[in-house]
């Protein structure tokens, strides 16, 4: 079984640290897929950001969406 690992180039946008796709669902502990289908269908997941092509997720979003789904 392989380990995914993740090379974070620290992206920061407005002083604040942004995650890609693959960021996310690491710290999410989510797969890409499933972390995809999440963003589509459940309307409190943090919006993306388009730079480029690759769109970035603000982690403080991200950790105050897990926040309030763990209650």
């Known amino acids: 079984m392989s380990k995914t690992r993740v090379?974070?180039?620290e992206i920061k946008?407005?002083?604040k640290a942004a995650l890609s796709l693959k960021e996310t669902?690491?710290?999410t502990?989510?797969?890409?897929?499933?972390?995809?289908n999440v963003r589509r269908d459940d309307?409190?997941?943090?919006k993306p950001?388009?730079?480029?092509?690759?769109?970035?997720?603000?982690?403080?979003?991200l950790i105050a969406w897990l926040r309030s789904k763990k209650g």
């Open 7 to 9: 090379h974070s180039k």
């Open 13 to 15: 946008i407005e002083g």
């Open 25 to 27: 669902a690491y710290y």
């Open 29 to 36: 502990g989510l797969s890409r897929a499933v972390l995809w």
């Open 43 to 46: 309307s409190t997941f943090p």
């Open 49 to 61: 950001i388009f730079l480029s092509k690759a769109p970035k997720f603000m982690k403080e979003d």
